[in-house]
């Protein structure tokens, strides 16, 4: 385990940009940048869960990201079916507990079914949370509790929101997000558990956020004050 100052985060939030970007400046093609960038998740999902942080969410597939050419979702899409079955094991022998975020509109049926399972398959491991927030937007979920609590008669408060959200109460807001590349926004992304996040941009792609910028990050949150509106 790194020297990295005792005070983590609970739940660390991941905007995985710069893939594409990445790719370009080597004169690759952009699903090298998205393959190289899948490599190196589940190197920095392994250093986050090494730091004792329990929970990582990671933004894999926006619902905005349908908009991209078809051959790019299409890559993307299968990117992700190989985490969940290909490389499900691999998660599964180091105990990472696997969470699915985000809506099943759009999806093919192989791809829920093996979404479905991972969180089956992993439900009772303890090393870590991995929140997948695929398929993933953030008004969406809040739109989508909503509706729920309104089909139920139900009062709408803030307590029965957040039980409404993808994945309910078990995962909590997020304390750290990080986003990579430089780009300095949120773009949709856990809307209601970022209400009080820590913030962290760099301008390092995603395929080169190593364990060491990882460090980097967790130094500057244990320097933050959180006083949650106080």
Known sequence: MSDTAQTVPKHLGLILDGNRRWAKERGA?????????????K???????????????????????????????TFLLNLAL???????????????????????????????????????????????????????????????????????????????????LYGGTQIPPIDFLIRTSGEHRISNFMLWRVAYSELYFTDVMWPDFSSVELDKALAEYAKRQRRFGA
């Open 29 to 41: 093609a952009a699903k090298d940048g998205h393959i190289a960038g899948y490599e190196n998740l």
């Open 43 to 73: 190197k920095i999902i392994d250093a986050a869960f090494d730091r004792n942080i329990a929970y990582v969410s990671t933004y894999i597939f926006s619902t905005e990201n349908w908009q991209r050419t078809r051959p790019e979702v």
């Open 82 to 164: 190989r985490m969940v079955t290909r490389d499900l094991q691999e998660l599964h022998e180091k105990g990472i507990k696997i969470v699915w975020l985000g809506s099943d509109e759009r999806l093919n049926k192989r791809l829920i079914q093996a979404l479905n399972k991972a969180v089956e398959t992993t439900k009772e491991n303890t090393r870590g949370v991995l929140a997948l927030c695929f398929n993933y937007g953030g008004q969406q979920e809040i739109v989508e509790a909503a509706q729920k609590l309104q089909a139920d008669g139900a009062e709408i408060t803030k307590e029965a929101i957040e039980a409404q």
